[in-house]
Nanobody, 122 residues
Framework: QLQASGGGSVQAGDSLKLSCAASGRTFSSYVMGWFRRAPGKERESVAAINWSGSNPYYADSVKGRFTISRDNAKNMVYLQLNSLKPEDTAVYYC?????????????????WGQGTRVTVSS
């Protein structure tokens, strides 16, 4: 029901835009989040956005470089990745939570996309 896309292999400093297409239900009222799992590391929350798009959450490691947005009419969520660093290399997942409050815990998210790989070389 969630399909992430847009990953790729880029150089440090480059940009990518990840997309998450939702289908099968309307996610306009859901909190949407992006997580990533780097090689040898646990899954971590990167960014999250509530239904209105106000006060999005960003992990400190991506604040000022990544931007999360959503288009409820299109059932889409995006993650703009700018000034990419090698440490951003990971598989990125979009997820949806029916909770009203943004959470960084993966257990709060019921629906998950399959992941899209981002590789940043120095």
């Amino acid at each position: 029901q969630l399909q992430a896309s847009g990953g790729g292999s880029v150089q440090a400093g480059d940009s990518l835009k990840l997309s998450c297409a939702a289908s099968g239900r309307t996610f306009s009222s859901y909190v949407m989040g992006w997580f990533r799992r780097a090689p040898g590391k646990e899954r971590e929350s990167v960014a999250a956005i509530n239904w209105s798009g106000s006060n999005p959450y960003y992990a400190d490691s991506v604040k000022g470089r990544f931007t999360i947005s959503r288009d409820n009419a299109k059932n889409m969520v995006y993650l703009q990745l700018n000034s990419l660093k090698p440490e951003d290399t990971a598989v990125y997942y979009c997820a949806a939570s029916s909770n009203a409050i943004i959470s960084t815990s993966p257990t709060s998210y019921r629906y998950w996309g399959q992941g899209t790989r981002v590789t940043v070389s120095s």
